[in-house]
T-cell receptor, first 118, second 112 residues
Framework: GAVVSQHPSWVICKSGTSVKIECRSL??????MFWYRQFPKQSLMLMAT?????????EQGVEKDKFLINHASLTLSTLTVTSAHPEDSSFYIC??????????????FGPGTRLLVL | KNQVEQSPQSLIILEGKNCTLQ??????????LRWYKQDTGRGPVSLTI?????NTKSNGRYTATLDADTKQSSLHITASQLSDSASYIC???????????FGKGTTLSVSS
């Protein structure tokens, strides 16, 4: 099946630093990738939609200058949390849209990245 | 407003028992409905995906049903195992290219 990886799986950083999270589709090409944030016991919240070769589309309330998204290739999207603060601590999950051998285009999720800002 | 409601919010069952999780949605137009399993601290993993023309789909001990007329879906887990303990999320997709609508999930705990 389709595999989406994220790196790192967890990161601890000091307040004010920037953190980059990578999302890769390992065995299929994804023109569209999505970034979600999930707080404990809450559902996934879509932050932004990332399209290869174009600017990301951010959901209402998500600061585009705070969460920088780059979709440089059909298999890689990155999310950079700039000047991270403790309230940015969360579980960040990416997904990649693809057919991956199926008949219905499906979002395949990465394993998530746990961010803790001290 | 497009919404996905899941019930129950949480469920505790004994190992070996069966259980059924419910999902009601108001998403329109409707494209497909997916059930995901999310282990704690992990990303969601797809269990089933159904289009409007499909009534039931199985994946091992997981069987999903869909009634597009009443906009209801269920996920039935047979002979539960300890490893089934997870959050089960119902996700509905509208028109192609639109965002997925996530339910809040049902937290299932299977005890021995």
């Amino acid at each position: 099946g389709a595999v989406v990886s994220q790196h790192p799986s967890w990161v601890i950083c000091k307040s004010g630093t920037s953190v980059k999270i990578e999302c890769r589709s390992l065995d299929f090409q994804a023109t569209t990738m999505f970034w979600y944030r999930q707080f404990p016991k809450q559902s996934l919240m879509l932050m932004a939609t990332s399209n290869e070769g174009s600017k990301a589309t951010y959901e209402q309330g998500v600061e585009k200058d705070k969460f920088l998204i780059n979709h440089a290739s059909l298999t890689l999207s990155t999310l950079t949390v700039t000047s991270a603060h403790p309230e940015d601590s969360s579980f960040y999950i990416c997904s990649a849209m693809g057919l991956a051998g199926g008949l219905v285009e499906t979002q395949y999720f990465g394993p998530g990245t746990r961010l803790l800002v001290l | 407003k497009n919404q996905v409601e899941q019930s129950p919010q949480s469920l505790i069952i004994l190992e070996g028992k069966n259980c059924t999780l419910q999902c009601n949605y108001t998403v329109s137009p409707f494209s497909n409905l997916r059930w995901y399993k999310q282990d704690t601290g992990r990303g969601p993993v797809s269990l089933t995906i159904m289009t409007f023309s499909e009534n039931t789909k199985s994946n091992g001990r997981y069987t999903a049903t869909l009634d597009a007329d009443t906009k209801q879906s269920s996920l039935h887990i047979t002979a539960s195992q300890l490893s089934d303990s997870a959050s089960y999320i119902c996700v509905v997709s509208g028109q192609a290219g639109t965002a997925l609508i996530f339910g809040k999930g049902t937290t299932l705990s299977v005890s021995s």
